[in-house]
Antibody, heavy 117, light 111 residues
Framework: EVQLVQSGAEVKKPGESLKISCKGS????????IGWVRQMPGKGLEWMGI????????RYSPSFQGQVTISADKSISTAYLQWSSLKASDTAMYYC??????????WGQGTMVTVSS | QSALTQPASVSGSPGQSITISCTGT?????????VSWYQQHPGKAPKLMIY???NRPSGVSNRFSGSKSGNTASLTISGLQAEDEADYYC???????????FGTGTKVTVL
């Protein structure tokens, strides 16, 4: 059974850095894309970017290019989403999801990130 | 890239059929077969309901069906049930970006 398990909720201050994780299991981690999706409070879904863990090929939505970094450690089947300097507007739920085709088949449980002074 | 356009809300009585539209352009919905639909209950992660316009993943009820005409894709829920009350999002590949784009989302209410 394919599963994605994300790291727990985070509360940070503006300007702090953060790296959240998404561990895949039940499939060959290196041969499928994993994506990240943002959902701000009370709002819709937004594609952020995707990564192919096999060769770390990474693609970003124009809205998120330069704002976040997506990476993966294939030795531990884990993908990451990180910020170097958080803003209050980064407060949101972040989901990772598995793309065996051009659709997110399986989703992680989500990681809530709260940025507040 | 701009989000695909969906109606903010759709409602129906139990047993009825409802259809949610997802309107884009020839650069996304109209130009490719890569339209998918997701269901999201409050406080839960989204769930894939339809991929590649009209295909259902294993385990998804056959009451859910997808189609496309021109630049508009549609999700139809037949035999509406209380458990179908949720938010629904479409998504499509777009040539204007290396990634897909989501729709604005539709809240389905079962009366």
């Amino acid at each position: 059974e394919v599963q994605l398990v994300q790291s727990g909720a985070e509360v940070k201050k503006p300007g702090e850095s953060l790296k959240i994780s998404c561990k895949g299991s039940g499939y060959r981690f290196t041969t499928y894309w994993i994506g990240w999706v943002r959902q701000m409070p009370g709002k819709g879904l937004e594609w952020m970017g995707i990564i192919y863990p096999g060769d770390s090929d990474t693609r970003y939505s124009p809205s998120f290019q330069g704002q976040v970094t997506i990476s993966a450690d294939k030795s531990i089947s884990t993908a990451y989403l990180q910020w170097s300097s958080l803003k209050a507007s980064d407060t949101a739920m972040y989901y990772c999801a598995w793309l065996p085709r051009n659709a997110f088949d399986i989703w992680g449980q989500g990681t809530m990130v709260t940025v507040s002074s | 890239q701009s989000a695909l356009t969906q109606p903010a809300s759709v409602s129906g009585s139990p047993g009825q059929s409802i259809t949610i539209s997802c309107t884009g352009t020839s650069s996304d919905v109209g130009g490719y077969k890569y339209v998918s639909w997701y269901q999201q209950h409050p406080g839960k992660a989204p769930k894939l309901m339809i991929y590649e316009v009209s295909n259902r993943p294993s385990g998804v009820s056959n009451r859910f069906s997808g189609s496309k005409s021109g630049n508009t894709a549609s999700l139809t829920i037949s035999g509406l049930q209380a458990e179908d009350e949720a938010d629904y999002y479409c998504s499509s590949y777009t040539s204007s970006s290396t990634l897909d784009v989501f729709g604005t989302g539709t809240k389905v209410t079962v009366l």
